[in-house]
């Protein structure tokens, strides 16, 4: 049926309405579409691209600057210094091995750095970076820099890295740091973050290893953007990291020097001690190494000569090494009886150069005997016979706990590495560790220092010391930890007769002073320097009967290994005490020829704060003591002063 005209129009402007109404619909669409379009390829473009790369967050630690360590006087020891490095992140890469080709083309990378680098990769976290190459110049940088967007996963860092500008002076005493090993990592509960950083750094012996937690210092972060290809963006934001504390030593990098110097040549050890607080002033042991060869990595060639060298110069003589004390020891064994009543300083024995107990002959060093003895004479001339006497009366346990009380037997509380607790033995020590007896040979052997006592030169210095003061001192190392004193550690008097203290110390001054004293040749010519001592010379093998009746054999006439320690304890000046000196020499022969002028040097220069004056040698000896001054290998000095100029 056809519908009306009427009713055809109305439809019509119905239809219209809807396509005017929709059209305007889809314009407004389209604009808005267009207007949002725009902004985004336009506006917002940079922002859109990088979301389109796969933009990601990553946080990174940043490592603190370690703690610097000064001697007393503020002169640095240990420093960082600016270190040029390239690190990998294998995540980052891609194809690892490929980068670092295209790297090598850039800064000289061997074989060996590739290989090792990939074994790196291999083993860490894909994000960890790992260190392909530090101490790079300043060239060397730029390039990988400039060229770092077709590197990708490669970054140039400026870091810091340890440096001892005072070389092999402190070796033993500051030690070195090192990278984290595994090993390291194994021995911690909860290792720090900061370990997880390329080659971070962290002590590996001495003060260094010690103090790691106070010269470490905490982590800082950076949050940084990052795209798809590991190319950093932006930093969004950064936390600096708190560095480590600041130490000052008690120790004294000019007369270390000197003592370093001095030793040179030698197998010994050398511990200086402030007699009136304990402040070890300087501890040396000889040969030394240079440490900075550590931090950078020793080759194979170097460490070997290190390792195997007679001489042992990677060991600590100073604290890590015990001896025989020899004669040195009989200052304690004289006190131990005076203490217990069973001698009087003015009691005297017969020494005939041997004394008889039980089967066997305990001899004197001198073959024909010293004849009476009392105690200052015994001190002063080292009358052996007198000591195996008077050690019987009193029995070692009255001996070692004399020992314990001048600070032999301890593990003394210093910040170094292996500090060793010698040993004073007692009959329950021999029966626990030994399954045997005491006998009577034990303690004659122990009271001259021979048998089982054995000594650190520091636990030497501090007997000495604590002898010439009267006082319980103990020693310190660290005076300062960012600028704030530590605490000096005495515990009083010793409990000790003063009378007693003073006939063992009037012995000690004959001992350097007197024509008859073991160490007259060593002695000090000025009256106000005046330095008491101990000489002291401990067997290292046993001398046969046979060879008594021929005659002993020389020390020069023996192998360098068989040959007897030399040792000498001192302290100065004699009236108004204020340093103590512990001397080794291994192997050295006698303690008066090869310990006793070397302490007699330290004593001066510790005293004087430079080269001895010639005045303070008797004048006979002024000529080859300067010859001897000349040859020293120091750092710095000043000239010395001849004899024709002053004649």
Not at 63 to 75: S, T, V
Not at 459 to 479: C, D, E, H, Y
Not at 552 to 577: K, M, S
């Amino acid at each position: 049926m056809r519908r009306p005209p009427r009713d055809t129009d109305l439809s019509t402007r119905r239809i219209g309405r809807r396509a005017l109404v929709l059209g305007g619909a889809q314009l407004a669409f389209v604009g808005l579409l267009g207007w949002r379009m725009r902004q985004m390829q336009v506006e917002q473009s940079e922002e859109y691209r990088m979301l389109a790369e796969e933009n990601r967050i990553n946080m990174r630690l940043l490592p603190p600057a370690r703690g610097l360590i000064f001697d007393r006087n503020g002169a640095p020891i240990a420093i960082n210094d600016q270190n040029y490095r390239v690190v990998i992140v294998r995540e980052d890469a891609g194809d690892v091995e490929q980068v670092l080709q295209e790297l090598g083309r850039l800064i000289p990378l061997t074989d060996e750095d590739i290989e090792r680098t990939l074994r790196e990769t291999r083993r860490r976290s894909s994000f960890v970076p790992v260190t392909v190459a530090d101490r790079l110049s300043w060239d060397d940088l730029a390039r990988v820099a400039v060229n770092a967007p077709a590197l990708p996963g490669v970054r140039p860092e400026v870091g810091l890295s340890r440096a001892y500008p005072l070389g092999s002076d402190f070796a033993h005493v500051v030690g070195y740091v090192g990278p984290v090993s595994d090993y390291d990592l194994s021995k911690l509960q909860d290792p720090d973050p900061l370990l997880q950083i390329p080659k971070f750094q962290i002590g590996k012996s001495g003060i260094e290893a010690k103090e790691e937690m106070v010269l470490r210092g905490r982590a800082g972060n950076s949050q940084i953007e990052v795209n798809a290809v590991g190319r950093v963006m932006r930093e969004l934001s950064r936390t600096e990291g708190t560095a480590g504390r600041n130490l000052q030593l008690t120790i004294d990098e000019t007369l270390q020097n000197y003592v370093q110097a001095r030793l040179d040549g030698e197998s010994a050890a050398v511990v200086v001690t402030d007699v009136r607080n304990g402040d070890l002033l300087a501890v040396a042991s000889s040969p030394t190494f240079d440490p900075n060869k550590f931090v950078r990595g020793i080759s194979g060639a170097d460490y070997r000569l290190l390792t195997e060298n007679k001489f042992r110069p990677l060991a600590n003589k100073s604290v890590q090494g015990v001896y025989p004390p020899g004669s040195t020891f009989k200052m304690v064994t004289a006190l131990a009886a005076l203490e217990a009543g069973v001698v009087s300083p003015e009691d005297t024995v017969w020494c005939p150069g041997y004394l008889s107990a039980g089967s066997r002959r305990f001899h004197c060093w001198k073959r024909g005997g010293h004849g009476h003895m009392n105690l200052h004479q015994s001190l002063q001339q080292s009358c052996d016979v007198y000591y195996y006497e008077v050690a019987q009366r009193v029995g070692i346990d009255k001996i070692s706990e004399m020992a314990r009380k001048l600070g032999m037997g301890t593990r003394f509380d210093i910040p170094m590495s292996a500090v060793a607790e010698g040993l004073t033995p007692t009959r329950d020590w021999k029966a626990t560790r030994r399954g045997a007896d005491w006998v009577i040979g034990d303690t004659l052997n122990a009271s001259i220092g021979q048998g089982f006592v054995l000594a650190s030169p520091l636990q030497l210095s501090v007997m000495t010391a604590r002898l010439a003061s009267g006082n319980t001192i103990a020693p310190r190392l660290i005076r300062a930890v960012d600028g704030v004193e530590e605490p000096v550690r005495l515990e009083g008097p010793l409990d000790i007769n003063p009378q007693h203290l003073r006939a063992v110390r009037r012995a000690m001054f004959a001992v350097s002073n007197s024509r008859r004293g073991t160490a007259y040749r060593s002695r000090i010519d000025d009256e106000t320097l005046q330095m008491a001592g101990k000489t002291g010379t401990s067997q290292v093998r046993n001398i046969t009967a046979a060879e008594r009746r021929r005659g002993v054999f020389r020390n020069e006439d023996l192998p360098w290994e068989r040959r007897d320690h030399a040792l000498f304890v001192g302290f100065a000046p004699y009236d108004n005490p204020q340093v103590s000196v512990s001397v080794v020499v291994e192997h050295g022969g006698g303690g008066s020829t090869a310990a006793a002028p070397i302490a007699r040097d330290v004593i001066l220069r510790t005293l004087h704060g430079d080269l001895p004056p010639l005045e303070a040698y008797p004048a006979g000896q002024r000529e080859r003591i300067e010859e001897e001054q000349r040859a020293l290998p120091l750092r710095d000095r000043k000239p010395v002063e001849t004899v024709s100029s002053r004649a």
